[in-house]
């Protein structure tokens, strides 16, 4: 399905640093990530300020934590529906715009969490930065591998007018620009591919 981000360093999880991460998690969709400090997330998650410190280190690998597991959790469930599809390649492609509508409904309502994150965080030097791009560089690759079974020698044009079009969808959505942008993409997707 594509290139995989570079792998962060990453830290075993005990049951508090998970708690401590679901928390931060919560916190850093719905405040942003820049606005949530150790102490409301060690509050939220019924920790020390100690044990976070001891578990992750940093806050930032407290996001490098809460951004990769969301991007694993994430190719899980694409993985599904891709599956699920069958291996048509352009029913694969509308797989990826289903598996997006689903997954925003269920887990974004403020849009993707990857997108949200590049807003606080653009410096290529912060260690959660190849997350974010890794996921997006992987998304085009899927795009590519998918309509180069379609149209091989026009893989590289289809797939970033795919990009585009999910990217897009993915931003209208979590401003709430018009209703269904998810859905609407998926039917520019169909025509783009015939």
Same mark, same amino acid.
Request: contains cysteine.
């Given at each position: 399905?594509? *290139? *995989?981000?570079?792998? #962060?360093?990453?830290? *075993?999880? *005990? ?71 069958? #291996? ?35 410096? #290529? ?70």
């Amino acid at each position: 399905m594509g *290139t *995989t981000a570079p792998n #962060p360093r990453r830290i *075993t999880m *005990t049951p508090a640093a998970r708690r401590a991460l679901d928390a931060a998690a919560r916190l850093f969709y719905e405040r942003g990530i820049h606005a949530v400090g150790v102490d409301l997330i060690s509050a939220e998650a019924g920790v020390t300020k100690k044990t976070l410190y001891d578990r992750f280190g940093s806050k930032e690998q407290i996001v490098v934590e809460y951004l990769a597991d969301r991007d694993e959790r994430w190719r899980a469930f694409l993985a599904e529906r891709l599956d699920a599809a069958g #291996p048509d390649p352009r029913e694969r492609v509308l797989a990826v715009f289903d598996a997006s509508r689903a997954w925003a409904a269920e887990f974004s309502p403020k849009g993707c969490s990857m997108v949200n994150a590049h807003a606080e965080i653009s410096d #290529p030097a912060h260690p959660a930065h190849p997350i974010i791009t890794g996921q997006k560089q992987w998304m085009l690759a899927l795009f590519k591998g998918l309509a180069a079974q379609i149209a091989p020698e026009e893989a590289d044009s289809t797939a970033r007018s795919l990009m585009l079009l999910h990217e897009g969808a993915l931003v209208a959505h979590g401003l709430g620009v018009f209703p269904e942008a998810i859905a609407q993409a998926r039917d520019q997707a169909a025509a783009l591919l015939g």
